[in-house]
Every structure is written in C-alpha cells, then in structure tokens.
C-alpha cells in the first residue's frame, strides 16, 4: 500500500481509538436489548373538546361532540321553554333540541369578561349527541381539541360550586388556565330528565 493511501497519523490514532476490541459482555448487552426491547409506557389519554361557557374554561369529550357550528337562532317552544330548555334551532337543516348548559351547571353571569386562550373570540353552537339524544348549547368561545393524559387529571377541589363540582369529572391546566373536564354520561342523563 503506498504511503498516499494511508490516512495522516493523527487519523490514526482515531482508527486505532475505533478499532479497539469490545469490552467483556458487551456484545451479549446489545443482543438481548434487542431480542428484549423494554416495553414502553402506554400513556392512556382522552381526547377534549375545550370550550368557554361564560367565564368558565370546560372539556367534553370527542366522542359525543358531534358538530361545532355557528352560532343559530334559538326559537322558543311555547309553554315547553324553561331554564334549560331554551327551545329548538336549526342545525344544518335539522331541527336541534337547545339548552343552556350555564344554568344545568348552576353558572352565574360573569362579573368581567374571561381570559380568552386564542386570539380571535367567537361564539359558537356546539351539537352533542348519545343513545339517539342530541342536544345544542352556545358557548362564548371554542379553543379546540386537546389530548390529554389521564395520570396528569386533577381532582375536583371542594371550593368549585357545587352544582357544577358535581357535573365535572377532574381539571387540568391549559396555557395557565383551568379547564374542567365535564361528565358527558350525567349531562345526557340530566338533560334527558330535564326535558324529555
């Protein structure tokens, strides 16, 4: 091999650095990693539909959100419209059953305007539906989805009001906000009892 083939000696030294034998074992290390790979954490999560009601920051989860729309027309129901019951509006040429969420919750108009968590505000139907009951509500504000992780789920302190502590599942933080994650099986079955 002539002398211009080999690489300069301070090359060298490298190769040499490269070439050195394994240590004891370490072969045997790397075949049973990889026969063995370590199994990962499964990270159970829930997908979240974020919405401002009022000046509160609530979740449903996605299987039930069926549409988030524009904001429709209510019309009243003669002698049926109550708190909850606000009257039907019309949902992509569907008639929708529409309730005030706010007050199933037990929320108080707002003092001051809400901490907004997008920079464009506004408001929105969202349709909700199970078991062949769908209902539509306003809310002042849609932030979108998120995917959650069930571990990171914070329990309900006592100092929430009470009527909505009991329709809440757990809270989480979003961009520095709470956001409390509602139990959709109690709002259908609430509802349904409600009105139906």
Known sequence: MSEELLPPPENRQVESLLDRPYPEGYREEWIERIKNPPEE???E???L???????????LACPVVKEVCAEATVH???RRSNDVLRGVCNVRGEL????????????RD??????SLSRRVYRRMILIGRDNNAFAFRVEEVYGVVH???TQMQAVPVTVAKALATYTKGLFSLRGQQIGWLDDELIFHSLSNKIL
Not at 49 to 59: I, N, T, Y
Not at 96 to 107: E, I, N, W
């Open 49 to 59: 539909l974020v919405f401002r009601l009022q000046d509160e920051w609530l979740a």
């Open 41 to 43: 954490e499964t990270r």
């Open 110 to 115: 707002p003092k001051a305007e809400a901490a």
């Open 148 to 150: 959650f992780e069930l």
């Open 76 to 78: 009243r129901i003669p």
């Open 96 to 107: 929708q059953l529409t309730v005030a969420l706010q007050a199933l919750l037990g929320l």
């Open 45 to 47: 999560t829930v997908a």
